[in-house]
């Protein structure tokens, strides 16, 4: 009798141990993971975003001549975006955001501050504007005559949040608004990701020592996106439009619940006149996160740290960032912009070539800005 009890005991054990093994399926645990990845209001995140891969078509390929497109290649390959973010969104709604973006040889930092409660507060951390205007002063021929004296504001916070106008009043209280209802909206969409996560075949999740993988179809994704839209305000978008330009498109998703870590693999392959306008086949864009400490350390800046941005333009002369006091571009450069223009009519997208035309409109005379306007209707 003693040693069936213990037979049975044995049985029941083996039986527990199955039975958990399988409640703990990597689909489970997958979902399990970003759920409560998503439901973190409170924390400190390390993250890096870069493009990991890049195809050209091989009409592009097969154009050695394309020298923006060979440019603009070699400098995303060896751009990156990575740095620190806090979140403290339980009660004091404030974020933190310290980072760099390595682009052109160069790390440029970039740190900027929120606090959303009763009275939201932006600022943006000025360090940053040295490295800007060398870049802009490299882009327009060389450096001003009129150097900024960047001593002035090194250390210090502009505050973005100031409100001269009623109008500017009022769109602040709706940001607040918003940000309010966004605590309730991540709520629903991580319920709606993880239930979206858990209605998938099984199959496709993989475990490989403590790294649970699942790689997202276009599809799949296609499909996501329409029930958060379904869910959202934005009820009458159009999923398919979205999706439209790419004939293909993967995420593929690693998570480590122990290191609470996660890597995504985007890839996107444009389609048809898509792929030739960009020159490129397919684009892999990496990103890491991993959450650092389930506090976070979120400092607003002392009020002796803070200038306005009078203050900040009174210390950044007129013409220092264009490189010379002159904002016009000369009669060459004028000719060289329309010639391509006119030679890559066919090309060229319209509608970003319009953007970039208006944001630039002061360093045209009105006769060059309409010539350059009429060529792109």
Not at 68 to 78: A, G, L, R, S
Not at 273 to 289: F, H, P, Q, V
Request: overall charge negative.
């Amino acid at each position: 009798m003693k040693k069936r009890k213990i037979g049975l005991l044995v049985g029941l054990g083996c039986t527990t141990l199955l039975l958990a093994s399988c409640g703990n399926s990597p689909q489970k645990e997958f979902a399990s993971f970003i759920e409560e990845q998503n439901s973190q209001t409170v924390g400190t995140w390390d993250f890096n975003m870069a493009i990991d891969d890049m195809k050209l078509s091989e009409s592009t390929s097969a154009q050695p001549g394309n020298p923006i497109v060979n440019m603009i290649v070699t400098q995303v390959k060896d751009a990156s975006i990575g740095g620190t973010v806090q979140v403290d969104m339980a009660k004091d709604m404030k974020f933190g955001l310290d980072m760099k973006m390595k682009a052109m040889g160069m790390e440029i930092p970039f740190n900027m501050i929120g606090d959303f409660g009763k009275e939201p507060k932006l600022y943006m951390a000025t360090d940053m504007m040295e490295y800007v205007m060398t870049i802009a002063q490299s882009m327009a021929g060389g450096a001003s005559e009129t150097q900024p004296d960047f001593s002035k504001i090194k250390g210090k916070y502009i505050d973005l949040s100031q409100t001269p106008t009623a109008e500017s009043k009022k769109e602040w209280k709706e940001l607040y608004k918003e940000v309010a209802r966004s605590k309730e909206d991540q709520k629903e969409f991580t319920k709606l990701y993880v239930d979206f996560i858990k209605g998938l075949d099984k199959k496709t999740f993989t475990k490989k020592e403590d790294v649970i993988s699942h790689t997202f179809t276009k599809k799949e994704i296609e499909d996501l996106f329409t029930e958060i839209a379904k869910a959202s305000e934005e009820k009458e978008v159009d999923v398919k439009e979205v999706f439209k330009d790419f004939k293909d498109m993967t995420l593929k998703v690693d998570v480590n619940p122990k290191k609470d870590s996660m890597v995504s693999l985007v890839t996107l392959s444009p389609k048809g006149e898509k792929n030739a306008e960009s020159g490129i086949d397919s684009m892999t864009l990496k990103i890491t996160t991993n959450l650092k400490d389930k506090k976070a350390n979120i400092q607003l800046p002392k009020k002796e740290d803070i200038i306005s941005q009078n203050e900040f333009e009174k210390a950044m002369p007129s013409g220092a960032a264009l490189g010379g006091d002159s904002e016009k571009i000369s009669k060459e450069e004028f000719e060289e912009v329309k010639s391509m223009l006119t030679e890559n009519q066919d090309t060229v997208d319209k509608e970003a070539a319009k953007e970039f035309l208006e944001s630039e409109k002061d360093s045209f005379t009105e006769e060059q800005y309409k010539e350059l306007q009429d060529l792109l209707k």
